[in-house]
């Protein structure tokens, strides 16, 4: 069993900038593929970013490519999202997602979710 707790989630003005965080339970965190993902109301659960166990490779939905940037610090159990030059198409609730799989793209992928932390940005 994994827990996933995000946090760093706020208001900010278009432009500006965020770093999401999610703390993870537990001694297998290394052994996970984590990833964000992001919901917008009345919208659907979308991928945003994700990477491998060893924090060597990466992959990112091509509407945060050069903006957004994730990482990982296995010995701190932690996963986190910089979120540089936000728009206001960035507002959604963003949740980290763990897969025991690997890298993981798909919400069907997803073996652990956070509780998700609310990012508004204002034009």
């Known amino acids: 069993q994994v827990q996933l707790v995000e946090s760093g989630g706020g208001l900010v003005q278009a432009g500006g900038s965020l770093r999401l965080s999610c703390a993870a339970s537990g001694r297998t965190f290394s052994r996970y593929g984590m990833g964000w993902f992001r919901q917008a109301p009345g919208k659907e659960r979308e991928f945003v970013a994700t990477?491998?166990?060893?924090?060597?490779?990466?992959y990112y939905a091509d509407s945060v490519k050069g903006r957004f940037t994730i990482s990982r610090d296995n010995a701190k159990n932690t996963v986190y999202l910089q979120m540089n030059s936000l728009k206001p198409e960035d507002t959604a609730v963003y949740y980290c997602?763990?897969?025991?799989?690997?890298?993981?793209?798909?919400?069907?992928?997803?073996?652990?979710w956070g509780q998700g932390t609310q990012v508004t940005v204002s034009s």
């Open positions: 990477i491998s166990r060893s924090g060597g490779n990466n």
């Open positions: 997602a763990a897969s025991g799989s690997g890298m993981v793209v798909s919400t069907s992928e997803v073996h652990y």
